[in-house]
């Protein structure tokens, strides 16, 4: 493999340790997006004192007494509501945080819908493929593999229902009607014909199957998962070199990992070489073609969130290294 995924995020972990607080802050910035990545990324890169630092903090300025997260000022909190609450989940698996675990649990199965296997992304309903993989996925690692095992059937319904997958990918669901496609903007749709698109539709939801293959020795969960990252390669030639490629590479070590197939190494290693090429000088990621067009610099929020996801993602990327 060009480059090391493990050497990569060492780097960027040591960028987020230099600005953590002895309390578990960041300097000058108290908003949600700028924690929920990095007891994760801490955790997987090495670091569980730090990670368990920074879960701390967290418990203590935004868990609410029912589970829910204090949102305030992250922009995009309204429209991917329980994104947050999915990675932290995770982490306190991770971290042997039982009490906060249970919490985030029982908020987290109250945006399922048992009908349709989705979880409710926002307050109008939608079920969307990234919000329903990564709780799934937190859900499963926390011993819920009942309501994992529906959103693993509802990612099988929407590959499904899909048109034609060399056009794109439709990652919205409604649950009366099916497939929505909305204004066909990104929102809605990976356009397989432009760049720069949500591609980490296909790897999120691969991590989620593959984590199923794992779990319950099945094998139609380890196949779904590779039709979802295989299905990546009608997409535009930038698929797994912008900064919305990580997750593919996270999906695909995770299917390496039961397949033993080179395809599937094949799209780590791509992803890590892409992702090598986008890392700054200081070890960090910047947001740009994340969140802005054009990050501010005044700003570390998005520099943060973004590095803290590419080191939990490339310390996963770095276990394919070895095999």
């Not at 109250?110 to 296997?117: A, K």
Request: net charge negative; charged share 20%.
């Amino acid at each position: 493999m060009s480059g090391s995924a493990r050497s990569m995020a060492a780097r960027g972990a040591d960028w987020l340790r230099a600005l953590l607080q002895p309390d578990g802050s960041f300097p000058g910035e108290a908003a949600l997006d700028c924690y929920y990545k990095a007891p994760c990324a801490l955790a997987f890169s090495g670091h569980r004192e730090d990670a368990l630092r920074v879960f701390r903090f967290v418990e203590q300025r935004f868990l609410q007494p029912d589970g829910d997260l204090d949102g305030t000022g992250v922009a995009w909190y309204d429209r991917f509501r329980i994104y947050p609450h999915s990675w932290l989940l995770w982490a306190a698996t991770e971290l042997d945080r039982p009490e906060t675990a249970c919490a985030l649990a029982s908020f987290l199965e109250t945006r399922w819908h048992p009908e349709s296997g989705g979880f409710r992304a926002d307050a109008k309903g939608t079920e969307e493929i990234m919000t329903t993989s990564l709780a799934g996925l937190a859900m499963l690692r926390n011993g819920r593999a009942d309501i994992a095992m529906r959103a693993g059937e509802w990612l099988e319904r929407v590959l499904g229902a899909q048109p034609d997958l060399r056009r794109g990918l439709i990652h919205v669901w409604r649950p009366l009607t099916g497939l929505d496609e909305g204004d066909g903007s990104v929102w809605f749709r990976v356009n397989a014909a432009e760049p720069r698109q949500w591609y980490f539709q296909y790897g999120i939801s691969a991590a989620l199957l593959s984590d199923l293959a794992r779990s319950t020795g099945q094998g139609k969960w380890l196949a779904l998962a590779r039709r979802y990252l295989h299905a990546s390669a009608h997409c535009h030639q930038d698929r797994y070199s912008t900064p919305q490629s990580g997750k593919i590479g996270w999906g695909a070590a995770w299917t390496h990992a039961l397949s033993g197939h080179r395809e599937d190494e094949a799209l780590v290693e791509a992803v890590v070489n892409g992702l090598g090429a986008l890392q700054c000088g200081d070890g960090s990621w910047n947001g740009e073609g994340v969140y802005h067009a054009q990050p501010d610099p005044a700003s570390a929020v998005a520099r943060i969130d973004v590095t803290a996801e590419f080191v939990a993602l490339l310390s996963i990327m770095g276990t394919a290294e070895s095999r």
